[in-house]
């Protein structure tokens, strides 16, 4: 354990400094300020309109000239982004992997106090990222549509922007382009890169003025922004590589930590805990690795097809977390009351319901094109999105926990002593 | 230098260094394996647990997410850290207390009941399966673009990487 | 000091459960209520270049969580100190 968690440690050391060194050099690039968290609130850095703007509210006025959103403006239903918070607030919570790190510290005085330290650390990416989002969709646009960057904001014009000519894309361009997940069609035939919201029926009008024919940056994978960013930006090649290094960090240490924890979940409370308790250990240790291996096959077909991006799949599965596992726990510690049959009634109502609502909507399990209604706002029930409905299952979970507790006979005095002792420092 | 031999330098770099302290570390570790954790400072298993906790999501998606969405992205910033007030206060003290290892042992106990663990264990394996799937999806990008290939590619290279990790690391 | 060992750790529940509640409405405050609900009315205001409901989202809410997270083990490791003092006297008692 103490060999794996300074591994951990080199790896957070590495991941943090491969995100906020870039982040802090486009900072320093566009407002002066090193700090990302203090720039992205800062005033940009010699603008050519003349007069200094905030950042934000600069960015805001370039995504309106290209007919999207403003940034800093609420885009979705205020029900889904509080559900969506909620969720994936009580997933964390009973998210396993997570959890089981609370188990290893030496008693429960340093339980509460590890949890805090976890968060400073995790705070540190965490309040950097809206500075990298924000200040990478700036470059972006700056790169493919420079004109509109340099202009005041919201300047009446009647000729088309100038947009950057596909022949003279930059080298990070062409490197993407391999990966398939970024994408060129040139729709009017100029050989410029328009990016533009085709989608907006407010803009097509002035798009159709500039003689534009759609958005030509067909494809542009949202998971490759922060990898793409030091490259948009111009930095330094060591800050390139440095980020490459965190990237895959970050993805190989919770991709195998995940994977230990479904192989020690079938292997030890599933086979050596209730089905086949005199296993040797040596079979329990094929079967995790073989639990192992049938996992990430699966995860690898269907991530070759994910049914989102990164951010939103793993949003998924905190929702069934959120649904299942967190009420199960919490009600554990805070009510005596809630027995056996409770439990596994609440836990299964709130990872079926959750379960089909997601498959609904992105394919039973998870296999493309099986949906039953398409994913947009529209179809789904008061407007709460599948990532967001794990508030709502764990709120199933406790409802019919305490309908069946109420119905059924109240636990023995064994629970509750257990009850009792958990809850003794 | 020539970026992509940069990269493969770096990056070959950071796993001679995870290789090398995981080494340093075992001699000295296999004794106190199962007093897993004594004598790790809070601040240390903070810095770990924040390493195991940022995934290819937090890393690689968040700021693209936010970038294209911004504001409405504040749902994973504020469900990705609140969460862990609702840890430290409902949840960690009192399973630390229970002392027991895993999540599905903790609700068989408290519960009383084969029963109630089989189903946590379910519901365990269902949402770290979905978990690993959007991990794949962030390894196969990392690696399309580190090696200079096709995003599927890239999954299938990352997916080999990351059993080799899990069954060493295991 | 004639309470009984089950009576102090009902008065040590009672004490933790009203600090739960105290901390729960706090980040309730200021992820969903600053964040959310009320992050339309607070953009009118702006702290430097932030809009402030944009802020509390994307910032503030996460700083008062890690605040919010030492200040529960702090005032929970000073009640456990205190209820385990009064343990010990029990028994000598």
Known sequence: MKGITYTQIAQYVILIFAYTVPAAFISIQLTGNPIPQLGLGSEMLATTAGESTYLLDKLDAVLHDLGFAAFTEQKGSTINLFLLTLSLMIGTAGLPHVIIRFFTVPGVKEARSSAGWALVFIAILYTTAPAVGAMAIFNLAKTVQPEITQQAPRQARDSAPESLSYNERPEWFKTWETTGLLEFEDRNGDGKIQYYNDKNPEFSQTASEYGWQGNELVTVDRDIMVLANPEIAQLPNWVIALVAAGGIAAALSTAAGLLLAISSAISHDLLKGTFTPNISEKTELNAGRFAMAGAILVAGYLGINPPGFAAQVVALAFGLAASSIFPALMMGIFSKRINEKAAIAGMLAGLVSTLVYIFIYKGFFFIPDTHLLANTPDNWLLGISPEAFGAVGAFINFTLAFVVARVTPAPSQKIIDIVNKIRTP | ?170 | MALTSKQKQTVYWQANLKLLAFCLSIWFCVSFLFGILLADWLNQFSLAGYKLGFWFAQQGSIYTFVALIFFYAHKMNKLDSRFQADEKQGDTE
């Open chain 2, 1 to 170: 230098m020539e970026l992509q031999s940069l990269i493969y330098l770096v990056v070959g770099f950071t796993f001679l260094v995870y290789i090398t302290i995981a080494i340093v570390t075992r001699a000295s570790s296999t004794g106190e394996f199962y007093v897993a954790g004594k004598g790790i400072h809070p601040v240390a298993n903070g810095m770990a647990t924040a390493a195991d906790w940022m995934s290819a999501a937090s890393f690689i998606s968040m700021a693209g997410l936010i970038a294209f969405i911004g504001y409405d992205a504040s749902a994973y910033l504020m469900g990705w850290t609140g969460g862990y007030v609702l840890l430290a206060l409902l949840l960690a003290p009192y399973l630390r207390k229970h002392g027991k290892f895993t999540v599905p042992e903790f609700i068989g106990d408290r519960y009383c009941s084969k029963a109630a663990r089989i189903v946590a264990v379910v519901c365990l394996i269902v949402a770290s399966i979905t978990y690993v799937i959007g991990q794949m999806k962030g390894v196969g990008v990392a690696f399309s673009r580190f090696l200079e290939i096709e995003f599927e590619m890239g999954v299938l290279v990352g997916m080999c990487i990351v059993f080799i990790y899990a069954v060493l690391g295991g």
